[in-house]
């Protein structure tokens, strides 16, 4: 894993980074980043590798320093120059990025970025002065649902609906997006046959689409709604591709829990997140309360970091 | 011998009258494509939401050497990872002597480049608007010149080679 990291991070990161940028990450020692989760660049702020437990800084001559003094500030043509490369120098044909604050890079990769907000009747018209980016490495981890899937499927062709409990950067994601690929495929040592899986990606983090087509492998029975919001791209899917499983990421809504009902009463699977650290915390958010109601969802499944991301700390059949 | 010699000089100084000629009503015929491929890029930015690179690569295969010359090498710079600016100005330096134009119409083209890619496309469509405009006096200036200078440059050849001849003889 820790090669395949630094292959993700020189055949797709950095040549999207200003060359100044690229220079300075190639000299860190690859020990030094082999679970590198984030890059953040800020302008007149030291460059910030974040690994899974702690932070990196980085001098001008790419040593590690301990030391804020000694680390290489970003400068504003830095961060003009990633943008520049990032977009194909064409940052007109991202104008819906430029509304959402994040876009994805070829190998699925999110950046996000804030700036200066240019704002009409309360919503965000776009960003422009962009100060600052969030580079978050995307780790496809294909078998990341090995340990819990036999729990998810329910005989030769049916799967539980799932529900995946997890803190923020706990592997939920990947966890999500290794299940999806395994229930589409079908597993043939657990003699299960693929279902038709809809996906609703709406910050592109599941599929990490490029222009709307899925940078990860999500399996060949997989539709991938990229960038809907998720209550009205659940239902346009039930319409249009008629799923047996829906998957989507981090519900919380009110309307999100309604469509997820939809779903349950056209017949289709639901496998889905949300961001918490235990079951009474979900189960105490007004808004899911529906979902508890009813006893939706037959296996809950609890993440944590304790043994680094993607830790299975419990898996609650009902 | 003398006869030679005197085809020889009257054939180089006209042939100097006539280059000169030529450069001058090139550049208005220059200007008019870098005009007609502003307009390209505008539609492409605007319509069709094409990548910088893309458009680039259309505009050359849509224009004549050496004005497509400028487009095709400006795409591979930005390939290669400059940014449009960059990668646009270095394809000018590159092409320039190539053209028929002069150093105000040369700095003009490598202004083009300073706000290529970088913003909405409303805001695109303006900078290359204000390009347009600059091309398109320069263009006019151009054509005045050509008219009134290209003959006189051809009669100033042959003349010139007269008269050395005359001289000589």
Not at chain 2, 13 to 19: A, R, V
Not at chain 2, 135 to 154: G, S
Request: overall charge neutral; charged content about 25%; some cysteine.
């Amino acid at each position: 894993m820790a090669n395949n990291s630094k292959q993700v991070l020189e055949k797709t990161i950095l040549p999207v980074l200003a060359p100044g940028l690229r220079a300075l990450i190639k000299k860190v020692p690859a020990r030094e980043i082999e679970d590198l989760v984030e890059i953040r660049v800020r302008v007149n702020k030291p460059l910030l590798l974040e690994k899974v437990k702690q932070e990196v800084l980085v001098s001008a001559d790419g040593e590690i320093v301990k030391n804020v003094a000694g680390a290489y500030r970003i400068t504003k043509k830095d961060i003009k120059e990633t943008l520049h490369l990032m977009t194909n120098s064409s940052l007109y044909t991202l104008e819906e990025e430029l509304k959402s604050g994040f876009l994805t890079l070829t190998g699925g990769h999110r950046v996000g970025f804030v700036g200066q907000v240019i704002s009409d009747n309360k919503s965000i018209r776009r960003i422009k002065n962009i100060s600052a980016l969030n580079i978050r490495l995307c780790q496809e981890i294909i078998g990341a649902a090995d340990k819990v899937i036999d729990n998810v499927i329910a005989g030769t062709d049916d799967i539980h609906n799932t529900l995946i409990i997890s803190p923020p950067r706990c592997g939920k994601t990947t966890l999500i997006r290794d299940l999806i690929r395994q229930i589409s495929n079908g597993i043939s040592d657990l003699n299960f046959s693929g279902l038709k899986v809809g996906v609703v990606d709406e910050r592109s983090e599941i599929g990490g689409a490029y222009q709307g087509l899925a940078q990860n492998s999500l399996g060949i029975r997989t539709d991938l709604l990229d960038r809907a919001p998720k209550a009205e791209g659940m239902l346009l899917l039930i319409r249009s591709m008629s799923p047996d499983v829906i998957v989507t990421d981090e519900i919380g809504s009110l309307q999100d829990v309604e469509a997820i009902q939809e779903s349950l009463n056209a017949g289709v699977r639901v496998v889905t997140t949300v961001h918490d650290s235990n079951l009474r915390e979900v189960k105490a958010r007004p808004s899911l309360q529906g979902l508890f109601e009813m006893d939706t969802f037959k296996r809950i499944i609890i993440l944590s970091q304790r043994f680094g991301p993607g830790t299975v700390e419990q898996i609650i059949r009902q | 011998m003398k006869l030679i010699g005197a085809i020889l000089i009257l054939f180089s100084s006209s042939s100097i009258g006539f280059l000169v000629a030529h450069k001058i009503s090139l550049r208005p015929q220059q200007l008019q494509q870098i005009k007609t491929a502003l307009e390209m890029l505008k539609t492409e930015i605007d319509y069709g939401m094409t990548p910088l690179p893309e458009a680039f690569n259309k505009l050359s295969q849509n224009l004549q050497s050496p004005v497509a010359e400028l487009f095709r090498l400006a795409k591979i710079n930005i390939e290669e990872g400059l940014v449009a600016q960059e990668a646009w100005q270095k394809a000018v330096t590159e092409v320039i002597s190539e053209l028929a134009l002069l150093e105000e119409d040369r700095n003009v083209i490598l202004d083009i480049g300073c706000n290529l890619g970088n913003s909405s496309s409303a805001d695109q469509i303006r900078h290359l608007q204000l390009a347009q405009e600059k091309i398109n006096n320069l263009y006019q200036e151009a054509v005045l010149e050509k008219q009134q200078k290209v003959k006189l440059w051809r009669y100033l050849g042959v003349l010139t080679g007269l008269l050395v001849v005359i001289i000589i003889v």
